[in-house]
């Protein structure tokens, strides 16, 4: 059990999580909770509103795209990823 140092809520320091951070390199345990995490994660994220380039749809993603390269919504982008 750890306690998380934005909340203070108590939590678990999974086995898989143990096996991740050694995996890693990691040499310090999460300070923060699952929920924490998620959260900081999302503050630091800059969304940005793109038509995708194959099906026209309006979507957002999480950086800001570059004019010289295509940016596709979820659905094309693992059409192509996966073919």
Same mark, same amino acid.
């Given at each position: 059990?750890?306690? %998380?140092?934005?909340? @203070?809520? !108590? $939590?678990? $320091?999974?086995?898989? !999580?143990?096996? $991740?951070?050694?995996?890693?390199?990691?040499?310090n345990?999460? +300070?923060?909770c699952?929920?924490c995490?998620?959260?900081?994660?999302?503050?630091?994220?800059?969304?940005?509103?793109?038509? %995708? +380039?194959?099906? @026209?749809?309006?979507?957002?993603?999480p $950086?800001?795209?570059?004019? #010289?390269?295509?940016?596709? %919504?979820?659905a094309?982008? #693992?059409?192509?990823?996966? @073919?």
């Amino acid at each position: 059990m750890l306690v %998380c140092k934005e909340c @203070g809520a !108590e $939590f678990i $320091f999974t086995a898989g !999580e143990q096996e $991740f951070y050694a995996e890693k390199g990691f040499a310090n345990e999460p +300070a923060r909770c699952r929920e924490c995490r998620r959260q900081r994660k999302q503050r630091g994220r800059v969304m940005s509103e793109v038509v %995708c +380039a194959n099906c @026209g749809v309006t979507t957002q993603v999480p $950086f800001t795209p570059s004019q #010289d390269r295509p940016v596709y %919504c979820k659905a094309c982008y #693992d059409m192509i990823k996966a @073919g």
